[in-house]
């Protein structure tokens, strides 16, 4: 059982940034691809941004785009979720989630697509 822990949420200013981390209790995510996902208050959970287990790409929700950057580090072992130019419409609980490599099709933005999930941290973006 792959049990994921996010960290790094906190309250920000608007136009601040933060830096969202996920782990796997030490354990390497080399065979996952990665996504973040939030839910903001009163909605549903929603994609975010995703990686592939390898780096080689990486998918962004449009309202992320250019100020969000995922990424992982060369042992594999944490993934980030870089936040800039943060508004309050970014405040929510995001979650990362780990899928494991099976040679499927890799829907990046379906949460069905991960069986595996952190149990969320908070960000608070002031306006």
């Known amino acids: 059982q792959l049990q994921l822990v996010e960290s790094g949420g906190t309250l920000v200013q608007a136009g601040g940034s933060l830096r969202l981390s996920c782990s796997a209790s030490?354990?390497?995510?080399?065979?996952?691809?990665m996504g973040w996902f939030r839910q903001p208050p009163g909605k549903e959970r929603e994609f975010v941004a995703a990686?592939?287990?390898?780096?080689?790409?990486?998918y962004y929700e449009d309202s992320v785009k250019g100020r969000f950057t995922i990424s992982r580090d060369s042992a594999k072992t944490t993934v980030y979720l870089q936040m800039d130019s943060l508004k309050p419409e970014d405040t929510a609980v995001y979650y990362c989630?780990?899928?494991?490599?099976?040679?499927?099709?890799?829907?990046?933005?379906?949460?069905?697509?991960?069986?595996?999930w952190g149990q969320g941290t908070q960000v608070t973006i002031s306006s």
């Open positions: 989630a780990a899928d494991p490599i099976d040679g499927s099709l890799y829907s990046y933005n379906r949460e069905n697509e991960y069986p595996y």
């Open positions: 030490g354990r390497a995510l080399t065979h996952y691809n």
């Open positions: 990686i592939t287990w390898s780096g080689s790409a990486t």
